[in-house]
């Protein structure tokens, strides 16, 4: 290989743009086109904006960023399935995308009768074919299914085929676009192996997905997008990490914003023995329970982070304090204790606990705050809820709210269960 | 400039060429899915409308032409893969959208498949024209050696139009329904049913100028007549590539904007 290969470029876009149509209500037949002589309201939405990137022969590189933030779009428009409105790009070789699985397929048709089929779209002659068919029916692990019509394969067998298609096809190029959920994990394997061995025979590959675990594992370079517009480029750790970072920041905005609207919106709700209250702002099956006595009110909670912040996204191992505001409405409360309770989003108890199991001495003011600070929240990622309380040492309930609050951790690591349980390995 | 970029677009679809065969045999294998004669169709439906048309036109209509069904059929096969082809090419890019938003591919491949399947059918039905032919007494002669030629110039001619009309029909979608209108007027203006002497004299000159009598003539001529074409039908081939160009441009032109119409 020469010095100068190495530095070939396999894709080169300069300020690239791409906008989208989108009709309001678009008039395609003679009757309308006469009637409103302007093709109905066309609003133009910039889904690339002056995107420019190289990417180097033999290269893995990946692009993050959210739903919408024009990914795919930059994809096909390296597969020239889109063509750009402004800007220039080259592409060098052989393409063969994974963008969608599958498409194509004749239902009634057999596996193998597919495989040419498909293969076909992707440009190969049925000699080029002929020369792949043993390779992709083994990588499919379909054996003996091959000759059955594809309509009576499951959808896993039916994406393996498609993968084993696509992946077989000898690209210079490989496209994929969040494909890599195919199969069982073992399958899932097995294509990120093949992925990489491509990547080893000095294939380009270009990989569109959101596990950034294997994103960064492939990767030898990152694009982040947002908003049609290639923010930053480099590293894949770091871009993934500074990408996390931002989702995080957005999404405690988007959140804190819904909470308030929510706010807002709700009409106030007599508090009677036991209410419900339908609570749509952060999950669906959020139902929200309240019933007691109303000796002793707990008029407000909140999770405070060490900066003294009201939020809803934490980090694995961050202190927090959770709050209680109550209000005594009875002046001879007996012994009182304020407990909490954290619950999976799936109703799994994960830790609960209350001054009276503490050993805590409660003394009520008319009102105060109680603080529950807890020192590192060791759960592992997902959504949460608090349920808090105010009762009496006998249970009898003075004030009982259930799903009070919710919160989402966040981690870098993707361990599972419900806590976090420190650890390490010895080897 | 713009030559070479056609070029470049024929050598997309010759690269392709499995694909193109595949889609074409796809259609072809599909079109009687589930019936009970399934592939057989393609020989009985050009049986049964020869049976048809010759009760009809020579016991209930009687026309002043020897031999009347095989006078039609000899050139009904040949009008049928045209409009047939036009008609179903109209849609066929609006009704393959799934896949052309989802995999690069030259888009041509679609109208080219559309056309070229067409061809097939006919070439199928040929097979039951012939033996008809020589059961009425038509034998094969030395002009058949025409028929490669006039098919030729036949396939471009209807390529043409399927370049336009599927390209068009992206942007307004009505056409599919006015080419149905447009193509059985057009039967009706071109000598399928009726041999050209009925033609008034004033009005034969228009007749002249539409491309399909041209064709129909041509067939008439070599299968009927037991002639040479008339060599207009030269004139019309070089008619029909020049079309096909311009078609094709304006195809390959408004190409990269389907995706984003459909």
């Known amino acids: 290989m020469r010095v100068t290969e190495l530095r070939e470029t396999a894709i080169e876009i300069k300020n690239l743009w791409k906008k989208y149509k989108i009709y309001q209500d678009k008039p395609a037949t003679l009757k309308e086109r006469f009637l409103f002589r302007t093709r109905g309201v066309a609003q133009e939405k910039w889904v690339l904006k002056d995107v420019s990137l190289s990417i180097p022969k033999g290269k893995m590189v990946g692009f993050i960023g959210r739903n919408g933030s024009g990914k795919s779009t930059l994809l096909k428009v390296m597969t020239g399935i889109l063509r750009p409105d402004k800007g220039e790009i080259s592409v060098e070789g052989k393409v063969s995308s994974l963008i969608e699985l599958g498409a194509g397929f004749h239902m009634d048709f057999t596996g193998r009768e597919n495989i040419y089929m498909n293969a076909s779209i992707f440009g190969l002659t049925r000699r080029e074919i002929d020369r792949r068919l043993e390779s992709i029916i083994q990588f499919s692990e379909l054996g003996n299914y091959i000759d059955n019509p594809v309509r009576t394969y499951s959808s896993g067998m039916f994406m393996r085929l498609a993968f084993s298609i696509a992946i077989n096809v000898d690209p210079d190029i490989l496209l994929i676009d969040e494909i890599l959920a195919v199969g069982d994990n073992a399958f899932q394997k097995k294509c990120i192996s093949q992925i990489e061995a491509l990547k080893q025979q000095g294939k380009t590959i270009v990989l569109v997905s959101h596990d950034n675990g294997v994103m960064e594992r492939l990767c030898d370079e990152i694009y982040w997008m947002d908003n049609a517009v290639m923010i930053k480029h480099g590293n894949p750790h770091e871009i993934i990490q500074e990408y996390l970072d931002f989702l995080t920041t957005s999404e405690e905005q988007r959140l804190q914003s819904e909470a308030r609207q929510k706010e807002e919106s709700a009409v106030p709700v007599e508090r009677s023995a036991e209410s419900t209250v339908e609570n749509q702002g952060l999950d669906q099956t959020t139902e929200q329970k309240r019933w007691g006595n109303n000796a002793v009110v707990i008029q407000e909670t909140s999770i405070i982070n060490p900066l003294g912040e009201n939020r809803f996204i934490f980090q694995k191992g961050q202190p927090i304090d959770i709050e209680i505001i109550y209000k005594v409405n009875q002046p001879d409360v007996q012994r009182p204790v304020f407990g909490i309770g954290i619950f999976k989003m799936d109703g799994t108890l994960c830790y609960g606990s209350n001054t009276y199991i503490d050993k805590v001495p409660v003394t009520l003011h008319e009102t105060g705050k109680v603080v529950c600070r807890i020192e590192s929240l060791s759960l592992v990622q997902g959504d949460y809820y608090v349920n808090v309380a105010c009762h009496h040492e006998d249970g009898t309930p003075y004030d009982y709210i259930t799903r009070a609050l919710t919160f989402r951790i966040h981690s870098k690591e993707d361990d599972i269960g419900i806590a976090y349980i420190p650890h390490k390995w010895i080897i | ?262």
Request: contains cysteine.
């Open chain 2, 1 to 262: 400039m713009m030559i070479a970029r056609l070029l470049d677009d024929w050598k997309a679809v010759y690269r392709y060429r499995e694909f193109l065969k595949n889609t074409v045999a796809k259609d072809l294998r599909t079109r009687y899915k589930g019936s009970i004669l399934g592939f057989l169709w393609t020989f009985v439906s050009p049986l049964l409308m020869l049976v048809v048309y010759s009760t009809l036109f020579s016991v209930i209509i009687r026309m002043p032409v020897d031999h009347y069904p095989i006078f039609l059929f000899c050139t009904l096969l040949s009008w049928n893969y045209f409009s047939s082809a036009v008609q179903s090419s109209s849609s066929i890019i609006v009704a393959s959208g799934n896949l052309i938003k989802k995999i690069y591919f030259p888009l041509e491949i679609l109208p080219i498949s559309v056309v070229t399947g067409g061809l097939i059918n006919y070439l199928y039905g040929l097979i039951i024209l012939i033996p008809a032919l020589v059961l009425y007494g038509y034998y094969p002669n030395i002009h058949y050696l025409w028929l490669p030629v006039i098919i030729a110039i036949q396939f471009v001619f209807t390529l043409a139009l399927a370049f336009l009309f599927s390209a068009l029909t992206v942007f307004f979608r009505d056409l599919e329904h006015i080419l149905s209108i447009v193509l059985m007027a057009w039967l009706y203006l071109t000598p399928v049913l009726y041999p050209v002497s009925l033609i008034p004299e004033e009005y034969q000159y228009l007749f002249g100028l539409n491309p399909m009598s041209v064709i129909i003539n041509s067939y008439r001529d070599i299968f009927y007549y037991n002639q040479a074409p008339d060599s207009s039908l030269l004139v019309f081939g070089i008619l029909a590539v020049g079309l096909l160009v311009l078609s094709h441009a304006y195809f390959s032109k408004v190409k990269f904007r389907f995706v984003e119409e459909i």
